[in-house]
């Protein structure tokens, strides 16, 4: 039997799988608030920047172009899109 194909950017361990559907995206905003997540986003994207040569290569830049994502998005949210 062949494993599932995991999306290594997205993948679904990540998506919605507690009873009251929360993700994990929005639980860690949650808990840390909007600033700690766009904190948490930056620090993200600097991690896979810093190691994208010596490790995964386009992967982790994929990944950092994820998390930039999530951050323009938590950012758009504070009606600071357009600086």
Known sequence: ?????????????YLSK???GVSCWNA???SVGQKGFEDYC???ITKYLFRFREKNGVLDLQKAQNYL?????SYSRKGQGDV
């Open 1 to 13: 039997m062949t494993e599932p194909v995991v999306n290594p950017i997205h993948p679904d361990y």
């Open 42 to 44: 930056v620090g993200c």
């Open 18 to 20: 507690s009873i009251d």
């Open 69 to 73: 994502r999530f951050l323009i998005e």
């Open 28 to 30: 860690i905003e949650s």
